[in-house]
């Protein structure tokens, strides 16, 4: 990989990172410290993708990008659910007026869901989720004290009524640039990533990033139970991309070298299914695929993409028919065949 800038802009300002789109840099209040989001345009007409959580350092730094300089975007695009990247559509809609949403219907559909959804029901839904897959009360105590999570660090997005619904291969001109829509499957259900075929440009999302795998999750209330899959295929898609494909990823530095990094993540999975395949030589929980699955010590705020990502793995084994799942007393519990 060659990364275009040795370090990000600083969070608050604005650099141009190649023709029609500035890099902005949010911090973030987790172990993965930032996101970028994109500014596509001039002030006259401008697109925002991506808005960071919704927190006061944030809020912050948006107020004074837009409200000092007197415009805030015309259009918000926002790439998927998670709260780094829609946190915010909701206070963007009424502190800045923005009154035109680009997005993914399901996306936005789970937003609204996870945003309603009341503390109790929340906490219900993920404890049972923990315990039959060997959670340790610890955390579990965690999940029972914190409610709705998602809402802590997202608003309410906008209204199903102000956002127009991108599909899969659809052409779309933003700021006065043709980019094509392509769906990105695994980390989120229906992410959206662009790609600017006249100087090879991709918007990547979460899809590929330069430093870290992606989080690929089974996760309660998503319905793809085979993400990883989702996700490689995708991958594989994003192939025919060209070489020299400038990416822009949502964590860490904007690189070229496409094909290198997504051969390494596939190479990354690859390694780690075989890992579980083994550790499968008897019954194990997906808790108990922690060890295998991450060198670093989890702590309990990271539970659940832990869970998730362990349970991706199995999945795929799974429907490879590689383990099979094995279920008694509220456990589960998977073995190799
Ligand atoms: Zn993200």
Redesign the pocket.
Known sequence: MKFEFETPPAPGDIRAVCEGIQWLYMPLPFALDH?NCWLLGEPDNQVLIDTGVDNPATRKHWTSIFAERGHWPQQTLITHF?P??MGLAGWMENEGGCGQFLGSEIEVDIALLLSDADGASYSALYEKWYAQNGIPEEALALVRRNGNTYKMVAGRPPPSSRWTYLQDGQQLTLAGHDYTVLIGRGHAPDMIMLYRESDHVLIAA?QVLPSISPNVSVMPRLMDTNPLKSFLDTLERLRSLPEDTLVLP??GLPFRGLHGRLQALVEHHDMRLEQIVSACHEPRSAHDLFAVLFRRKLDPQQTSFALGESLAHLHYLQKQGRVERMDSEGLTHYVAC
């Open positions: 996101v998670h780094d990247h979460d949502s964590h």
